[in-house]
């Protein structure tokens, strides 16, 4: 069983930065592979980054390349999302998830979530 707690989400104006935190419970974090997720209103739940159980393998959204990094620290049992040069359509309530084996980009695949973060980005 894993929980994971999503932090860090807020206010901010176009072009600043923020980041998000995910902390989880559980001692199988590391062999699961892990997501960051965002949902605005009226559209479906997309993917923005996520990374293999190792650390070693990350994927972006397009919307988000060079902009997004994602990282995770196995001692503190917690991943992260910075997120620099941000845009008002980044405004979004962001999920973490969790996943055993490899990541994917199908919100049904993932075992375990977060209750989310709003973020908002004004122009």
């Known amino acids: 069983q894993v929980q994971l707690v999503e932090s860090g989400g807020g206010l901010v104006q176009a072009g600043g930065s923020l980041r998000l935190s995910c902390s989880a419970s559980?001692?199988?974090?590391?062999?699961?592979?892990m997501g960051w997720f965002r949902q605005a209103p009226g559209k479906e739940r997309e993917l923005v980054g996520a990374?293999?159980?190792?650390?070693?393998?990350?994927y972006y959204a397009d919307s988000v390349k060079g902009r997004f990094t994602i990282s995770r620290d196995h001692a503190k049992n917690t991943m992260y999302l910075q997120m620099n040069s941000m845009k008002p359509e980044d405004t979004a309530v962001y999920y973490c998830?969790?996943?055993?084996?490899?990541?994917?980009?199908?919100?049904?695949?993932?075992?375990?979530w977060g209750q989310g973060t709003q973020v908002t980005v004004s122009s």
């Open positions: 998830a969790a996943k055993r084996l490899v990541y994917t980009s199908t919100p049904d695949e993932y075992d375990y």
């Open positions: 559980g001692r199988t974090f590391s062999s699961y592979a």
């Open positions: 990374i293999s159980w190792s650390g070693s393998s990350t």
